[in-house]
């Protein structure tokens, strides 16, 4: 791998060389094409290793988080439902709720080791496992996302460098220069310097606020699985999950606090159940 490495930068200088060289010789309008190669050989030589470039090519398209408007009021108005339906159809009635229609993987894994009838402190364990593993994921992808933006950056500072050294050598001895090649060095610079912001800077930040809202979707799914498990009566499970609501959440929770699926369990006792959640979100809000 060292060897392999060591030809890439090999090359790239003799690219480089051979582009200065033209640009400051010859005035090559194309002269530029081989600084740009250059460039780009001994950067991704020196600054990233090839595991990591390929790693983080093959890894950042399928890492990320598509948020659902108003995730967290739907998971409490989920949470609420499961409560209601377990303590009227019993937990085998949750085996087919919400299925295919909350597509959030920690959800139907905690949910279907609930069904099973699995010990509490280990479905924790578990879901804390897989929650720590897409957290890692997660933030491995920010980090290639920096390197690929700190590539960028490092290609097109190389490109300007270089290339304007050749150029302002001939200008120093009063030489023509090739405005074709001067336009192609500084517009392959500004492309590279763009995407350098791009992904060092927009692109990770945007990662890793993706990042934060899913692990906080993640802690409340969590608690909302334990509290189910543990037999938590709807108004408990609210209390619960009203830390994770902002204001405008526990407004649209107050307009439909349960899923349509509830009434088919216990439609005598629904509008009161339904009453008794808004009631509490009202003693809620007038206490905060």
């Given amino acids: ?45 020196a600054s990233v290793p090839m595991t990591t470039l390929r790693e983080a090519l093959a890894y950042c398209p399928a890492v990320g988080y598509k948020p659902i408007p108003h995730e967290p009021a739907l998971i409490a108005r989920i949470f609420m439902s499961m409560s209601c339906i377990a303590r009227c159809g019993g937990i085998l009635a949750l085996e087919k709720f919400m299925n295919g229609k909350y597509d959030n993987f920690i959800y139907h ?14 479905v924790k364990s578990v879901l804390l496992n897989n929650i720590r593993q897409m957290q890692r994921r997660r933030e491995l992808k920010v980090r290639y996302l920096r390197q690929i933006g700190f590539l960028f950056f490092y290609i097109g500072f190389s490109v300007s460098i270089i290339g304007g050294l050749a150029y302002g050598g001939r200008m120093i001895k009063a030489q023509e220069i090739s405005v074709e090649g001067m336009e192609l060095l500084i517009g392959i610079t500004a492309i590279f310097l763009i995407l350098g912001l791009l992904f060092a800077f927009l692109l ?42 902002s204001s405008e959440e ?19 006792s629904y509008d009161k159940t339904v009453t008794a959640i808004r009631n509490s979100l009202r003693e809620f809000n007038s206490t905060i």
């Fill in 1 to 45: 791998m060292k060897g392999n490495k060591l030809w890439f930068i090999f090359a790239g200088v003799l690219l480089l060389l051979a582009g200065s060289y033209g640009i400051f010789s010859f005035n090559n309008a194309w002269a530029p094409i081989l600084v740009i190669i250059g460039s780009v050989s001994i950067c991704l030589a």
């Fill in 109 to 122: 894994m905690g949910k279907n080791m609930v069904i099973d009838g699995m010990d509490p402190d280990f």
């Fill in 250 to 268: 526990v407004k649209l929770l107050s307009e439909t606090p349960l899923l349509p699926e509830v009434q088919s369990y216990s439609e005598a």
């Fill in 204 to 245: 990770s930040f945007r990662e890793k606020n993706s990042s934060f809202q899913a692990a906080q979707i993640q802690r409340q799914i969590l608690a909302g699985i334990l509290a189910v498990q543990c037999g938590d009566s709807f108004n408990a499970i609210l209390r619960q999950q009203y830390t994770f609501l």
